[in-house]
């Protein structure tokens, strides 16, 4: 084992670079913090500005992460999930993160970044390969942590055949919601994935050349069908469990826990329940439920292109739910 | 296709620091002008003009504004200075002597109104020096003797600490890049400089978890940086806080644009 990699007991692998000439890995001493924001980014911003973490890092290439993985096997992932954006997913998240024998990591960059080694020539095998080293590297358990859930990017419906094929025993929900309200939502503020470009047409299906003369919202409503379209390809075949908004937050105890395999006591049903009183993205806010708002401030062209585009493939979900 | 230049290099052209020197001992106290970005230094950073727009002796900053440069009447009294910048074959902007006082510091910074790919170089001359002048470029560091020429790329942080007993005083010449110049840089001798006290710290402590103990607790950075300074000094390293201070920086900066293409 280099020596590198030996020193890396208590370092965790928060970021990876990958437009440089090589792709580094950046590793901050972490000690006992949880990732307990409502995205993994936060936890690690918070952490990255103290003194020593901001100063001391230790940089490494991709290969150090397999040798970590050698030595020190983290948790293996017992759920996935997956989502169109804006639907609860971060809700279920905080949930699951009340007890404290679970890790939950929420949409953390470091995968995407992997992930997306496919433009710099990586086989599918290699990423593979990185992915369940850094998730290995990513998961040791701080605190006593047994169980590990990790929450994708939205666009990462269309990478679940190959994180399928990387983490095959690792159970996995999509969570979706009534289109109009998710469109609504993202018009208010528009997630990375909805801004034009950031996904190409091998990810996304949507032809380069017809983007530019698309409205912005004919541009978020194409993604959000091409995220349903592949959720409903894969569903069956890869053996997921699709979930409504509408079932929130009751559902992460009755559906996605079993699912998950995951039984719970009575008390830590009770503390998740209190969780729910407060909204997902920002724990001092009370959660209010919001479906009606938004279905008022849908415009007439969200209106048609939920008609049209979107709202057949949500009623496809809801009958295979 | 042209080849991207080296951080620094040392060019062939090398001067006399006798004769530099005699021209720096005509110079009055008065001559001096206190350098305008008072917030880049402390201590005493301050200049004399050479040449400049117009001509004009009290212009102390590198006036990149589009002007006729001349020579200022300072010059025509050193004529060792005047040999020295007579030599150049490319035209020349602002020519400077630039002074740090014996315990000044200049803080890292950059100078963005130069490039090689904009066609404005600066060129370093030590006039007067001592080995207690630390100047770091890009964390690096690099020691410049009197009478040689150096080719520097000042767009990267750089940070100067004279923590000798005597003045440091270099000459200090703009120049427009021409075939001339280009294969002056190109045949110089590219330097990589050497690993500072400061990067050999950092090392050791990535290296040593019981190092790591002392710090990592630390989160108010005043605290932090003192107990560094103590721990440098056990273990015989020898750099300042404005090291630190700079690391500091350079790290947020680095952080923050880590997914910068």
Redesign the interface.
């Known amino acids: 084992m280099s020596r590198a990699s030996d020193l890396l007991d208590g370092w965790l692998p928060i970021s990876i670079t990958h437009f440089t000439q090589e792709p580094i890995v950046d590793w901050c001493r972490f000690g006992a913090r949880r990732f307990s924001e409502p995205f993994f980014d936060h936890t690690v911003q918070s952490e990255v500005r103290k003194p020593f973490n901001l100063l001391f890092r230790h940089k490494t290439t991709l290969d150090v992460l397999v040798e970590r993985q050698a030595t020190r096997p983290g948790l293996e992932p017992s759920g996935f999930i997956y989502h169109m954006s804006r639907c609860g997913s971060t809700l279920a998240c905080q949930m699951l993160d009340t007890v404290p024998e679970h890790m939950v990591l929420s949409e953390p960059p470091p995968m995407d970044a992997l992930l997306r080694l496919d433009r710099r020539g990586y086989s599918e095998q290699q990423r593979i390969t990185y992915l369940r080293a850094w998730m290995s590297a990513i998961s040791q358990p701080r605190t006593g942590e047994k169980r590990l859930y990790v929450k994708l990017d939205a666009w990462h419906v269309f990478d679940l055949p190959l994180l399928r094929r990387a983490f095959p025993d690792t159970p996995w929900v999509f969570l979706y919601r009534n289109p109009l309200e998710v469109l609504v939502s993202a018009m208010r503020s528009p997630g990375l994935h909805m801004i034009r470009n950031y996904l190409t047409e091998d990810q996304t299906g949507i032809p380069a050349a017809a983007v530019p003369s698309m409205t912005q919202t004919e541009y978020m409503a194409r993604i959000l069908e091409s995220v349903l379209k592949s959720a409903l390809q894969h569903l069956g075949p890869l053996q997921g469990k699709a979930l409504d908004y509408t079932g929130l937050p009751e559902s992460v105890i009755t559906e996605i826990a079993p699912h998950f395999g995951l039984s719970l006591t009575a008390e830590q049903i009770q503390v998740m329940r209190e969780k729910t009183a407060f909204h997902a993205k920002s724990p001092s806010e009370h959660f209010q439920p919001d479906a009606e708002s938004k279905q008022k401030e849908a415009s007439e062209e969200i209106l048609r292109l939920c008609t049209t585009l979107l709202d057949p493939l949500y009623n496809q979900l809801v009958s295979r739910s | 296709m042209p080849t991207a230049p080296p951080n620094a290099a040392k060019l062939s052209l090398v001067f006399d620091p006798a004769g530099l020197q005699a021209d720096l001992a005509k110079l009055g106290s008065n001559e001096w002008v206190a350098h305008f970005n008072t917030g880049f230094f402390s201590g005493d950073w301050s200049g004399a003009a050479l040449r400049s727009v117009g001509g004009d002796g009290t212009k102390m900053y590198a006036d990149t504004s589009h002007g006729d440069f001349a020579n200022t009447a300072l010059l025509q009294e050193c004529r060792h200075l005047k040999a020295v910048i007579e030599s150049f074959q490319c035209p020349l902007r602002s020519v400077r002597l630039l002074r740090l006082t014996a315990g000044s510091v200049i803080r890292e910074h950059r100078d963005y109104d130069l490039g090689y790919d904009a066609g404005e170089v600066r060129l370093h001359v030590p006039v007067i020096t001592n080995p207690q002048v630390e100047f770091y470029l890009n964390n690096r560091r690099f020691r410049m003797a009197e009478g040689e020429c150096w080719y520097l790329d000042l767009n990267l942080p750089h940070r100067v600490q004279n923590r000798g007993a005597t003045d440091r005083v270099h000459l200090v010449i703009d120049c427009q890049l021409n075939d001339w110049l280009r294969d002056l840089i190109s045949q110089g001798e590219a330097s990589l400089g050497e690993e500072s006290s400061y990067e050999a710290f950092?090392r050791q402590?990535?290296?040593e978890?019981a190092l790591?103990e002392e710090?990592?607790g630390?989160?108010?950075?005043p605290a932090?940086?003192q107990r560094i300074m103590e721990l440098a000094q056990q273990r015989g390293f020898s750099f300042m806080e404005d090291d630190?201070t700079a690391?500091?920086q350079s790290?947020?900066r680095n952080?923050m644009e880590?997914?910068?293409?």
Request: zero cysteines.
């Open positions: 950092h402590v990535l290296e978890p790591q710090l990592i630390l989160t108010d950075q932090f940086i630190v690391a500091l790290a947020r952080w880590r997914n910068i293409v």
